[in-house]
Nanobody, 115 residues
Framework: QVQLMESGGGVVQPGGSLRLSCTASIDVRSFSTMTWYRQAPGEAREWVAVITPGRNTNYAGSVKGRFTISRDNAENTLYLQMNNLKPEDTAVYYC?????????WGSGTLVTVSS
């Protein structure tokens, strides 16, 4: 059974950085795409960044230039490096992976940006 587990969330001041991790229970090369989403309090879940098996990446406009998505196949781990964090980045961040059309989700990790 596919399991995804996020880690790395926490409380950080505006302008600070965090790196989120998402470790999969299987070889991440079996996924067609891996994506980070986030959900702020009272808001709908939104797409943040995606990476393909060929390591092509794409970002939501609100995070472009500040966040970097990457994947370590040897560690079966997806990363999200977040720099210059803003209060509006406060949310629960979720990892998503797609395998043969089936979407798998982690349980999320909370990021709070506050002074």
């Amino acid at each position: 059974q596919v399991q995804l587990m996020e880690s790395g969330g926490g409380v950080v001041q505006p302008g600070g950085s965090l790196r989120l991790s998402c470790t999969a229970s299987i070889d991440v090369r079996s996924f067609s795409t891996m994506t980070w989403y986030r959900q702020a309090p009272g808001e709908a879940r939104e797409w943040v960044a995606v990476i393909t098996p060929g390591r092509n990446t794409n970002y939501a406009g609100s995070v472009k230039g500040r966040f970097t998505i990457s994947r370590d196949n040897a560690e079966n781990t997806l990363y999200l490096q977040m720099n210059n964090l803003k209060p509006e980045d406060t949310a629960v961040y979720y990892c998503n992976a797609v395998q043969t059309g089936v979407h798998y989700w982690g349980s999320g990790t909370l990021v709070t940006v506050s002074s």
